[in-house]
């Protein structure tokens, strides 16, 4: 028997799939929506320029960031929260674009959480050799609403593991337009970001990946 999961329209190559109860991958949903995205991403980084923020401990990021929306998310020597003001620019983050928040609540409602409407878009973008270690996003005032989270441009390995740090992790191939919706039980389920692997660039985002997560912060 021939299967049939990997279709030739199928740009993304992987199917659909539940990691666990409320974690779900949407393989490729972005693609119709993917010039809009990277037009609009350029209007939100004119306005407010991606750079590596300092942790709490005083590394610097490997993944350079930005945000648009109501809030942002920032990291500094005094820790992690959501701001208004872009510390940079002394200004109000960029308006989350329309075709961002129309994406992330279409993506959140096939994934069965309707009514998602963030107010805060954290963009992290992946030179090769950038990576995210295991973490939490707590953060968040309402841990009811999910995380949604498109991947654009060069192939990612996602960690996701469990409630606790020392949880077993499984590896999950991210790839162009590829979007995860992280709710419910899964919400607060420790994940990271393997090391970006070199690869050839892609036709429209190029060398790099940029992650776009949407969050109901306030
Ligand atoms: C799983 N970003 O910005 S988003 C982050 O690819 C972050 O840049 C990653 O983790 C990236 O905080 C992955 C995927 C994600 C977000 C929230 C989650 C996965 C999650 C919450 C619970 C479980
Ligand atoms: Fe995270």
Aim: aromatic fraction near 8%.
């Amino acid at each position: 028997m021939t299967m049939d999961l990997f279709a030739a329209d199928d740009a993304s190559s992987l199917p659909d799939e539940t990691l666990a109860p409320g974690a779900m991958v949407l393989r490729g949903f972005a693609l119709p929506y993917q010039d809009a995205l990277w037009a609009d991403l350029q209007r939100v980084t004119a306005e407010a320029p991606m750079r590596h923020m300092i942790t709490p401990g005083g590394f610097t990021m490997s993944v350079a960031m930005t945000n648009c929306g109501l809030l942002g998310w920032l990291s500094d020597e005094t820790g992690y929260r959501y701001d208004r003001v872009d510390p940079d620019s002394g200004k109000a983050w960029p308006a989350m674009p329309a075709s961002f928040a129309s994406l992330a609540t279409r993506a959140a409602e096939k994934a069965g959480f309707p009514g998602f409407t963030p107010d805060a878009c954290l963009v992290n973008r992946y030179t090769p050799g950038a990576r995210l270690s295991l973490h939490q996003d707590r953060n968040e005032r309402d841990k009811r609403a999910p995380i949604v989270s498109v991947s654009l441009g060069l192939p990612a390995v996602f960690l996701f593991g469990g409630t606790k740090r020392t949880d077993k992790t499984i590896r999950v191939p991210l790839q162009h337009a590829d979007v995860a919706v992280w709710g419910g039980p899964s919400r607060l389920n420790y994940h990271g970001v393997l090391a970006l692997k070199e690869a050839t660039p892609h036709h429209l985002i190029g060398g790099v990946r940029v992650n776009l997560t949407f969050r109901k912060a306030a």
